[in-house]
């Protein structure tokens, strides 16, 4: 038991209100189905054994232990079911629609993705896994959800949880931070240089970046508070003596950070993961004073709550109206059936239509009505302002009149699909000893990577972790900026003699010359790593396999003189120096490739 002058410290430093756990489980599924989205442009290229990682050269390099449900087949069909079943996922977490079930899916199958490519992997894939981790174990659905909508046992009162896995949920979250602060043990971040160089990697500085290098007392004063900010930020949100103002500031000033690294480095979904993971420090009180502002605005537009009728012959329209009332975040909106009320039984009566009754006892009908729905939520309303106008009526009228005369069909398919259900929202005592288990693991494993705790123990952890991708390593920058950068030039020969640019035909003629904007000469972030990584010497091997993939997925879409011959892999090495010195510029060939030409023998 907790002594009840522990409680409310314990609650201070490790509680999480449940009206934020639904913000960052929205913001989870969300940010989880945009990257899938981004990935899907080059599933055939990253996952598919047609691309440039197949699954006999990974097992190779990773070993049997690493197989992952992706490699169970190395065809494009494979890999596309397993991204439209993780995008559905990533949709019923933000709608909060058997949310613990989505979650664990999300989990297994992100790992999984993440084993499948480790070439294209970024800081932020392994933090999102750590966050689908952690909602498993969380009552994520106990506000602004359809599981909390269509339930017959109520969410939880006490919009306050804690547990074990809300203090693994916070502490993961803060350990990105803290960890990588010890990290950054290098000159360059005592001696105020870090951002600069960062900014100096050209394959990452945005436009906005490369200008801002320009300032050198502007990036030393931003170097020391990155610096200062990640070491220190992470112990003072745990100090329980002005917890609420300490937490709001230093999680106001890490989204300030990241909302920097968005506008001056490309670093593809990171800064917004980062960003979802920081909400889950948004204190109830922010919550409470959104209430409160939105009870003195429905106070002034007049003495009456909304009021929602539906048909009570409709099990589908009680169902949509519950579900709208929650996703709309309207707590103070009044449901009851249109028959119960004579003026709400005539208008539905004549226009076959749900009637909404709005504070200044207006009534609306059919797609008028959600719109003041829309209009009348406190997060929603631009929406509603967008689409109230004239000419969104016929379009919205006739869906609501497609969807009223095949209620029936809609009511059979919701009664298999969005049943009523009485699923806690808690996870149970097993639950809870399993989430401080990893908790305990997790932090252990931290540890080991900063050198506290011996290897051999790291050694042990690694395979479970790295299987499940928790295998979590925080060196963004560290131990500094690496001073290596470049772009790659792949001339080539096609049959018929001409040459070309592979990455850029269009261009015509070979160019060797540095571009003016690097991080335009990537097709996105992924290829960017990938190339990056078959640059060092530790993944020189793959260089074959890229050969390959270049010349089938030019040859597939020229014929005869027009097909890829032969080409090489050129970088151009360019060190970073300090600003205002000239940089030089050495050529590698990493790999020369003929597409009809037998491979090299095998080492």
Same mark, same amino acid.
């Given at each position: ?5 522990? @409680? ?91 949310? +613990? ?19 294209? !992997? ?9 966050? !689908? ?14 599981? /909390? ?174 579900? !709208? ?20 039984? @005539? !208008? ?20 008028? =009505? ?5 209009? +009348? ?73 900063? @050198? ?115 080409? @090489? ?28 030409? /037998?491979?090299?023998? =095998?080492?």
């Amino acid at each position: 038991m907790i002594p009840p002058w522990l @409680k409310p410290r314990l609650d201070a430093i490790f509680g999480i209100d449940l009206r934020t756990l639904a913000l960052f489980r929205v913001m989870l599924g969300t940010v989880l189905f945009v990257d899938l989205c981004w990935r899907l442009v080059d599933l055939q290229a990253f996952y598919t054994d047609l691309g440039v990682l197949p699954r006999d050269w990974l097992v190779a390099v990773n070993g049997l232990w690493r197989t992952t449900i992706h490699t169970a087949n190395g065809e494009t069909w494979f890999a596309l079911t397993l991204f439209v079943i993780e995008m559905i996922a990533a949709l019923l977490i933000v709608f909060g629609w058997r949310t +613990r079930t989505a979650l664990l899916v999300a989990f297994l199958l992100h790992s999984s993705l993440l084993n499948r490519n480790p070439l294209v !992997l970024l800081g932020g894939d392994i933090l999102i896994t750590c966050l !689908l981790f952690w909602a498993i174990f969380l009552p994520a659905a106990a506000r602004a959800s359809v599981d /909390a909508a269509l339930s017959s046992r109520p969410p939880p009162v006490d919009t306050l949880h804690r547990s074990w896995a809300s203090a693994g949920l916070l502490l993961q979250v803060m350990s990105v931070y803290f960890f990588s602060a010890i990290l950054k043990n290098g000159a360059d971040w005592h001696n105020g240089t870090a951002v600069d160089y960062a900014l100096a990697i050209d394959g990452y500085a945005t436009p906005l970046g490369q200008w801002l290098k320009t300032f050198p007392p502007l990036t030393t004063a931003l170097t020391h508070y990155v610096y200062w900010l990640e070491l220190l930020g992470p112990l003072l949100v745990f100090v329980p003596v002005f917890s609420r103002s300490l937490r709001f500031a230093v999680m106001a000033m890490l989204m300030l950070m990241h909302i920097g690294f968005i506008f001056c480095l490309e670093l593809g979904p990171f800064p917004y993961i980062s960003l979802t993971s920081l909400t889950t420090f948004a204190g109830g009180w922010l919550w409470d004073a959104a209430a409160r502002a939105g009870e003195r605005r429905a106070a002034r537009r007049g003495p009456h709550p909304l009021r929602i009728y539906y048909d009570r012959d409709c099990g589908f329209c009680l169902k949509s109206v519950l579900i !709208l009332k929650t996703l709309l975040v309207l707590p103070r909106a009044e449901i009851a059936p249109a028959q119960d009320t004579p003026r709400a039984k @005539k !208008l539905l009566e004549d226009n076959f239509s749900w009637v909404i009754i709005d504070h200044d006892d207006k009534a609306y009908l059919k797609w008028p =009505a959600f719109v003041i729905l829309l209009r +009348r939520s406190p997060v929603f309303a631009p929406f509603g302002w967008l689409v109230s106008g004239r000419w969104a009526v016929a379009p919205g009228n006739a869906v609501y009149n497609f969807v009223g005369r095949n209620r029936g069909d809609f009511g059979q398919l919701s009664a298999r699909l969005l049943p009523f259900h009485e699923r806690p929202f808690e996870t149970g005592l097993i639950a809870q000893i399993v989430a401080g288990l990893a908790l305990i693991v997790l932090m252990i494993w931290n540890l080991c990577t900063i @050198k506290v705790l011996p290897e051999p123990l790291y050694a042990a952890l690694t395979p479970p972790l790295r299987a499940v991708r928790l295998d979590q390593y925080w060196d963004m920058f560290a131990p500094f900026p690496s001073r290596e950068d470049g772009w790659f030039v792949i001339p080539a020969q096609l049959k018929d003699g001409s040459e070309i640019d592979l990455l850029h035909p269009e261009r015509g003629a070979v160019s060797y010359d540095k571009p003016r904007y690097i991080t335009h000469e990537w097709k996105n972030i992924r290829w960017h790593k990938y190339l990056e990584r078959i640059w060092a010497a530790s993944f020189a091997d793959n260089r074959l396999y890229y050969g390959r993939y270049l010349c089938r997925s030019w040859n597939t879409r020229h014929a005869g003189g027009e097909q890829l011959d032969t080409f @090489k892999i050129i970088y151009m090495l360019e060190k970073s120096v300090p600003y205002g010195e000239t940089p030089t510029v050495e050529q590698f060939v990493l790999w020369r490739h003929g597409c009809f030409v /037998a491979p090299p023998p =095998a080492p």
